[in-house]
């Protein structure tokens, strides 16, 4: 069975966005010993203009993280998840998109 150059493509974007992401939310909860949240936008000031890109990349992970809590905790219905779950794929491919083509960039490629 062969993949389609495009499908492949879009699959590694897909992988490199999640991991990426993951990468991001766990390297700022290292470093600032809190949690990465969408919250951080509403701390105002520079705070907040320097979270924006923590923000951006770590999407896919925040949102699937609190999807998955929601589910646990609180019993969100299954299509909440499921929907949940494709856009942060969505994302995930997009700024998986982005950290790729930046690598090429800086590799020269």
Same mark, same amino acid.
């Given at each position: =069975? ?8 879009? !699959? ?28 951080? !936008?509403?701390? #105002?000031? !520079? ?34 998840? =499921?929907?949940?779950? =494709?856009?942060?794929? !969505?994302?995930? =491919? ?12 800086? #590799?020269?490629?």
């Amino acid at each position: =069975m062969l993949i389609e150059p495009a499908a492949y493509d879009a !699959l590694q974007a897909l992988f490199i966005g999640f991991a990426f992401a993951g990468l991001l939310a766990s390297a700022f909860e290292l470093f600032t010993t809190q949690r990465a949240d969408f919250r951080l !936008l509403q701390a #105002g000031g !520079l705070a907040a203009v320097a979270s924006v890109p923590v923000v951006v990349f770590s999407a896919p992970f925040l949102i699937l993280r609190n999807t998955v809590r929601g589910r646990r905790i609180e019993g969100r219905p299954f299509i909440f998840v =499921m929907l949940a779950s =494709m856009i942060a794929s !969505l994302w995930s =491919m997009a700024s998986g998109r982005v950290v790729l083509d930046l690598l090429h960039l800086l #590799g020269g490629a």
